[in-house]
């Protein structure tokens, strides 16, 4: 067993691809330490790695809460090596109702539960050999989508962040893997009612992001065919794609 990935921070972890990773990073033998604001879902994995899998609740959309907590991480464990940002919720749009609610779940939790973690917890990184920081965006990113406007938007914003701190880190020993996924069979996709092109396996999803780490790769994005369809969509002109994607709303 190699403990390739040192000490392991992990939000959302309670399901999806935060506990498929964690528990692909215990197997592997690294110490996990995994967050989400309803810990008892990872019973099952703390009686199997009792003295490796640390749980803690934790909602990251809360800044106080997230600034206690890397207080806490910084007295317990002195040295976090990697932090995995993965918490993240889906809240579509049924348009014309602007759900302002839902816009703002979106955002707390996708891109400010992000800039919580990074801004009180990229200090944890000091002491580590290797600090590195993986960060879970979305293909929703890319381009403009239906009923995304608040999901997308969220990611999109965190996108944006998160490349713009990759410059700002160049220069530092501090490494950042974005992770644009597509569509991954999880709880969050489940309750989709709409066709999900090139729908990624959990396994196969969790497969790539760990070989996407392993390499330190700046953007991890998967799959590559949906990745390109959508690249190719914010490319051609605008009244055709509105046009295109128009199509895709479903008649009420
Ligand atoms: N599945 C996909 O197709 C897909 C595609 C692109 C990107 N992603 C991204 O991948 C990440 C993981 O998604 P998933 O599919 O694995 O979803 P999931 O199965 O629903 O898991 C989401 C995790 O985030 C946690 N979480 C949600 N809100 C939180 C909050 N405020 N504070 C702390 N933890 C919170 C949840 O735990 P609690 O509810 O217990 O807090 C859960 O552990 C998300 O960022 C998502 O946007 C997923």
């Not at 990229?122 to 600090?131: D, E, F, H, M």
């Not at 293909?139 to 989508?145: F, M, N, R, S």
Request: proline share 4%; aromatic share 8%.
């Amino acid at each position: 067993m190699t403990k390739k990935w040192g000490t392991v921070w992990i939000t959302g972890a309670s399901s999806g691809i935060g506990y498929s990773l964690a528990s692909k990073l215990l197997t592997e033998g690294n110490i996990v330490i995994a967050t989400a604001r309803d810990i008892s879902k990872l019973k099952s994995l703390q009686s199997k790695f009792q003295n490796a899998l640390f749980c803690y609740k934790l909602d990251v959309s809360n800044e106080s809460d997230v600034q206690q907590f890397c207080a806490l991480l910084y007295e317990r464990f002195t040295c976090i090596d990697t932090m995995i940002l993965n918490a993240g919720i889906c809240e579509y749009i049924e348009w014309p109702n602007l759900d302002l609610q839902a816009m703002h779940r979106n955002m707390s939790t996708n891109f400010w539960g992000v800039v919580n973690c990074i801004a009180y917890g990229l200090n944890l990184l000091r002491n580590s050999k290797q600090p590195y920081i993986v960060a879970i965006s979305s293909a929703a990113h890319i381009v403009g989508l239906p009923r995304a406007e608040g999901y997308g938007a969220s990611k999109a914003a965190l996108h944006y962040f998160l490349q713009t701190l990759q410059v700002e880190l160049h220069k530092s020993n501090v490494k950042l893997s974005i992770v644009t996924p597509g569509f991954v069979k999880t709880e969050l996709t489940a309750k989709n009612d709409f066709p999900m092109p090139l729908l990624v396996p959990l396994e196969k999803a969790t497969t790539i992001i760990l070989q996407g780490m392993s390499k330190r790769k700046p953007e991890i994005k998967f799959p590559i065919l949906l990745i390109l369809i959508l690249n190719i969509l914010s490319m051609i002109p605008d009244k055709l794609r509105n046009l295109l994607l128009s199509k895709t709303i479903r008649s009420k």
